[in-house]
Nanobody, 125 residues
Framework: VQLVESGGGLVQTGGSLTLSCAAS????????IGWFRQAPGKEREGISC????????YYAASLKGRFAISRDIDKNTVYLQMNSLKPEDTAVYFC???????????????????WGQGTQVTVSS
């Protein structure tokens, strides 16, 4: 399984950014893709996940409303739309895969089997 993130960068407070996660190499369709982030000196935090078979989504309560996960089936790509960004959103953002998909809903990092390399998001004040 290979996961490749893109779309990170520098954005001003209040701005928006969309991250992409290109996924490949899965055996079977029962998996989920999640987004996590890790700020300097902090634990890796789960943001959201989406299941491949039924597009069911799950969000961390603190981020729902500003962040939205979606996917393009034809491109095998999962997106994270981030709006109203704040300086505290500055972090390295990772996509990860959980297989089977039922592992993914709790957004516990130890339940995700595969990880991308991460992409840096910096929100300037």
């Amino acid at each position: 399984v290979q996961l490749v993130e893109s779309g990170g960068g520098l954005v001003q407070t209040g701005g928006s950014l969309t991250l992409s996660c290109a996924a490949s190499g899965f055996t079977g369709a029962d998996y989920a893709i999640g987004w996590f982030r890790q700020a300097p000196g902090k634990e890796r935090e789960g943001i959201s996940c989406i299941k491949n078979m039924n597009s069911g989504t799950y969000y961390a309560a603190s981020l729902k409303g500003r962040f939205a996960i979606s996917r393009d089936i034809d491109k095998n790509t999962v997106y994270l739309q981030m709006n109203s960004l704040k300086p505290e959103d500055t972090a390295v953002y990772f996509c990860a895969a959980a297989q089977p998909a039922w592992l993914a809903g709790s957004l516990q990092r130890q339940r995700y089997n595969y990880w991308g390399q991460g992409t840096q998001v910096t929100v300037s004040s």
